[in-house]
């Protein structure tokens, strides 16, 4: 699992609060990955070790590749799949 360095405000959306916004998300999902762009991230789940990990599904993309990075909500790691 990758870890990047985040800052630890809280950032609220609609009734949930999550310690990473969408901006954090798409900075974080772009690290390591030159030359992408990052399209609207989306909430998500997906579930790692059973266990279920609320995740910003990030979209991104490098002329016609295109993959998805998820960012754990609190910790700001990117999640393998």
Avoid: C, H, R
Wanted: net charge neutral; hydrophobic share 35%; aromatic share 4%.
């Amino acid at each position: 699992m990758d870890t990047v360095n985040t800052t630890n405000s809280t950032n609220t959306t609609g009734n949930t609060t999550f310690i990473i916004n969408e901006d954090q998300a798409k900075k974080i999902a772009l690290q390591g990955n030159t030359g992408y762009s990052a399209s609207d991230p989306l909430q998500g789940t997906i579930v790692v070790n059973q266990t279920t990990v609320v995740v910003w599904v990030v979209p991104i993309s490098k002329g016609s590749i295109s993959k998805t990075v998820y960012v754990d909500v609190n910790t700001g790691k990117v999640i393998n799949v």
